[in-house]
């Protein structure tokens, strides 16, 4: 009986901290996403801010604050229900409009963790074949999720441990497919662009493991949405605990993304403002080495990720004045 409780406390606090790193790493990522957006002179500077990539993001940060202000106020409600037994009953009852609320921002934030679908659309240049999988994948995820909201509406209330359990062996239908949805989706757009990137990296500027860090941002979520799984098919008091770090794992998971993005952007500024000086050289003296060129290390970069992994086309203006005699 306590220990349903104790974990609805551990989460809270966790919650909190787990969203106090959102924080930080939102403000990080839109920084460095927006400060180093490339803009030219026929498109108003606030224009980043229409950036699918961008409004996903904000969205999904507002989604996880109101989730964690959700069950901060839940957990209050249940400590003010009354006695212990009283707390815990409140607990157990999934049609709780506070619960259903969490639930509900819950599969929100899930459902927004699809932005990896539009990175694989704009990196694919808009190949419907590679986006037909993780589409119809995220389709079948939001109609589970929202067949679960609908089926805890219509729940009655539940007044012991063994109608919660009872009520939670009935939702495994949609659970189950919600799970595996979700895991297919981010497996897939993950491994898509990782793939992309590296292969890019190996071939145009050298092999880098800078490709790899998309799938590994995006593993703590997937792995996180497999313990959910694990401990909601074995019905365990964890699961509460499990279940209410799923949105900010989701938001963490996607800003460090962002942030991969802005630092990319920084990095391939640099390069185009300070080129190497053994590419200067080969350019003026009228030689130039394959595959290791700044102008054919930008344009293969351009032509295939743009300036990161949520479009193909390039944003900078890629043009050099080089003068005909070095001297």
Same mark, same amino acid.
């Given at each position: 009986m306590l220990?349903?409780?104790?974990?609805?406390?551990?989460?809270?606090?966790a919650s909190s901290f787990a969203y106090g790193i959102l924080c930080i790493l939102f403000v990080i990522s839109m920084f460095?996403?927006?400060?180093?957006?490339?803009?030219?002179?026929?498109?108003?500077r606030y224009s980043v801010w229409m950036e699918p990539a961008v409004l996903a993001s904000i969205l999904l940060f507002?989604?996880?604050?109101?989730?964690?202000?959700?069950?901060?106020?839940?957990?209050?409600?249940a400590l003010g229900?009354?006695?212990?037994?009283?707390?815990?009953?409140?607990?157990?009852?999934?049609?709780?409009?506070?619960n259903i609320v969490e639930l509900a921002l819950t599969f929100l934030a899930g459902i927004l963790t699809c932005l990896q679908i539009y990175r694989v659309w704009t990196i694919s240049s808009h190949n419907r074949a590679v986006v037909a999988f993780p589409v119809i994948s995220a389709i079948g995820m939001t109609v589970a999720f929202f067949a679960v909201v609908y089926q805890l509406i219509r729940a009655g209330v539940v007044a012991n441990m063994a109608s919660h359990r009872e009520l939670l062996s009935s939702l495994n239908?949609?659970?189950?497919?919600?799970?595996?949805?979700?895991?297919?989706?981010?497996?897939?757009?993950?491994?898509?662009?990782?793939?992309?990137?590296?292969?890019?990296?190996?071939?145009?500027?050298?092999?880098?493991?800078?490709?790899?860090?998309?799938?590994?941002?995006?593993?703590p979520y997937r792995s996180w949405v497999i313990f959910f799984?694990?401990?909601?098919?074995?019905?365990?008091?964890?699961?509460?605990?499990?279940? $209410?770090?799923?949105?900010?794992?989701?938001?963490?998971?996607?800003?460090?993304?962002?942030?991969? $993005?802005?630092?990319?952007?920084?990095?391939k500024f640099n390069l185009i403002q300070n080129p190497p000086i053994s590419t200067l050289n080969n350019r003026y003296s009228g030689t130039s080495t394959r595959g290791h060129g700044i102008e054919t290390v930008i344009t293969q970069t351009t032509s295939v990720v743009g300036d990161d992994p949520t479009t193909s086309q390039p944003h900078y203006p890629y043009h050099f004045d080089f003068p005909k005699n070095p001297c």
């Open positions: 220990s349903l409780i104790t974990y609805t406390i551990a989460g809270a606090l460095l996403f927006v400060r180093w957006a490339p803009t030219s002179q026929n498109t108003p507002v989604v996880v604050t109101a989730h964690w202000v959700n069950t901060i106020y839940r957990l209050f409600e229900a009354g006695s212990m037994e009283d707390s815990m009953l409140f607990i157990l009852d999934q049609s709780k409009t506070s239908h949609w659970v189950i497919p919600a799970c595996v949805f979700t895991i297919s989706t981010n497996v897939y757009c993950s491994g898509f662009i990782t793939w992309k990137l590296w292969s890019h990296q190996r071939i145009g500027t050298g092999a880098s493991g800078d490709g790899i860090i998309p799938y590994l941002s995006i593993s799984f694990i401990t909601y098919e074995a019905q365990l008091d964890i699961n509460s605990f499990v279940g $209410v770090l799923w949105p900010p794992m989701a938001g963490i998971a996607i800003m460090l993304i962002n942030a991969r $993005v802005g630092l990319n952007r920084i990095q």
